[in-house]
């Protein structure tokens, strides 16, 4: 199984963007999701999962601005960004969650190629 991210773009300040995530190969349903980012100079860091159907984790710094859904006809979870801010600025990644904590790097497996998101003030 891969997973793949896209859906980047450059918007302003306040808009809106909603990143996919795709899964090919023989998958479950019943898999959880992670999206992280890489800004520029920075280490990748957990900014969402969607873990065991419905449950739904977020950093602090996106909480209340970005949410997760997922089409699993489709096979793919949906990272949707609004009031976007400078600083959301990276690369965004999506992978597929092995247990553990959520907020960790090391939780997750199948990394895709990440997809570019540029906001600009």
């Known amino acids: 199984v891969q997973l793949q991210a896209s859906g980047g773009g450059s918007v302003q300040a306040g808009d809106s963007l909603r990143l996919s995530c795709q899964a090919s190969g023989r998958t479950s349903n019943d898999y959880g999701v992670g999206w992280f980012r890489r800004a520029p100079g920075k280490e990748r860091e957990f900014v969402g999962a969607f873990i065991w159907k419905r449950t739904t984790y977020f950093s602090d710094s996106v909480r209340g601005r970005f949410t997760i859904a997922r089409d699993d006809p489709r096979n793919t979870v949906y990272l949707q960004m609004n009031s976007l801010k400078p600083e959301d600025t990276g690369v965004y990644y999506c992978?597929?969650?092995?247990?553990?904590?959520?907020?960790?790097?090391?939780?997750?497996?199948?990394w895709g190629q990440g997809t570019e998101v540029t906001v600009s003030s």
């Open positions: 992978a597929r969650f092995n247990g553990g904590s959520v907020y960790s790097v090391t939780s997750f497996y199948d």
